[in-house]
Every structure is written in C-alpha cells, then in structure tokens.
C-alpha cells in the first residue's frame, strides 16, 4: 500500500469518526431528556399503593396532592429541556369534581400541587384523576382514584382547637418557620371515615399543617400531633410536634416524621 493510499485511507476514517461523533451530538441534544413524576397522595391513602392510590373523601373535600418532578440522566439518555420547567395538567371525568394545578409550571426542587375537589354528584362514587407533566414532547402520568363517600366535615372547630395549642409554641420555639398567631388557615377534613384518630389539614400561603388527634381518650393517651409541610418546595412533610397530654396541659415538643406522611 502506497503512502498516498495509506493517508487517504486514514482520511476516510477520520471522517467516519467525526461524522459518527456529529450525529450522535446531534441525537444527544435533540433527544428529549426523561423525567419522571412525584406525587404525594399521603397521608391521604387508607388503602392502596402509591403507585395505584386509592384514597376516601366527602362531597366538598379539598385532596391537595403535591407534584414533584426529577430528571432522569444517564449516558444514553436526551438532554433536550434537562432541567427545564415541567407543565403540569391534571383531569378527572366530566362532572365529578373540580381540579386545579399550582403552578402550572414546575422546576426541580420545587412542587406543584393538584387540587381535586369531589361534587355533590359523586357521592358513592368512584372516578379517576390523572396527573400530567409534559416536557419537551414527553409525557408522564399519574393516577389517584377518589372513592367519594357519604359525610360531613363536623371537626374542622375542634380541630381549629387542637392547631391553636401549637402556633404560641412554633412562634416562640421556631419563629424560622414563620407561624404566628397572625397566620391566616384554611381547613379541610381527610380521611374521613376513621374515627379512632382524627385527621384534619390546615393550609396557609407557605405551609401544610397535617394535625392529628386521638379522641375520645384521657389523659395519658390524649395526645394530638402535627406535620408541617412547606407548600411548592417540599414533596412530604419536614417538621412534626406532639402535644403528649391535652387535658394534662403539656407542652409540644419535636417528634419524627412517620414514614406514612
């Protein structure tokens, strides 16, 4: 092989490689990069999985189900939209409830939340909810199914009791967390046919108060708990204090986050 055929040949090779490296760059970058999607159906869920969520709920009951979402990255995979917004739509059958998304558009390390809110016309029925996030051509779906109940919410006043225990102790114990007595709620039941424990939730403009309490007991076993979940930037509950006594007047102190919350 002359020296001329040798170069050339060389030549050729050299341009397969680099042709060969343009378009797998060109596949890389234009490959919509995976992502997948978070959703927090607890504590919200008496039966079920996570992946398969099956959760109960009254007729005018707020289920407020945080979405998170995480890229999935690897040698092999797209980086068209990596670490871009998510848009996020959630839909249920005509007629059975009201549903919102906020914010529409989310980004890693932040949470939207979905809020699904059953109609009268629900009752003793079951439907679907269907969680989306769109990026870049992808989608990615969840779903939670709603089985609407018979009830009324008759402890939000109680429970309104049972939260007023704790916010002098946060103001003055956690005033980094920023809930004081000036701290405007909203409420809502969940879970509603347990009737050992309670379960109520609370929401403000920047957290979720999930307030649990053991009724009908005395004194040792009186106690009331709250999780406290910092809305559109934690997926799960970060904080959580108990009251051991009620009626023994004691003070909240910290406590673990449950794995179920």
Known sequence: MTQKRLYLRVLAVAAIIVVGAIASLAWLYTTPAPFSLQVNTRPTVPMGTEEEA?????????????????????????????????????????????????????????VAEVIVIPTQTDVEEAFTVTITGKRSGLTQTKTVTIQVILGEDGTGSYAAEMRALFIPWLATNHPELGITTETEWTGTIVNPQVLVVMHYIFYSDDWEMYLEWHAGTIPPHDWTRIYLRRRFIELRPIYAFEISSVQGQEEPHSTEVPDWA
Not at 75 to 98: D, F, N, Y
């Open 54 to 110: 099956s959760i109960l709920a009254i007729a005018g009951q707020r289920c407020i189900f945080p979405v998170a979402v995480t890229d999935e990255q690897g040698w092999l995979t797209g980086k068209a939209g990596l670490g871009e917004t998510v848009e996020i739509s959630a839909q249920v059958p005509e007629g059975k409830a009201t549903v919102t998304a906020q914010p529409r558009q989310v980004t890693l390390g932040k």
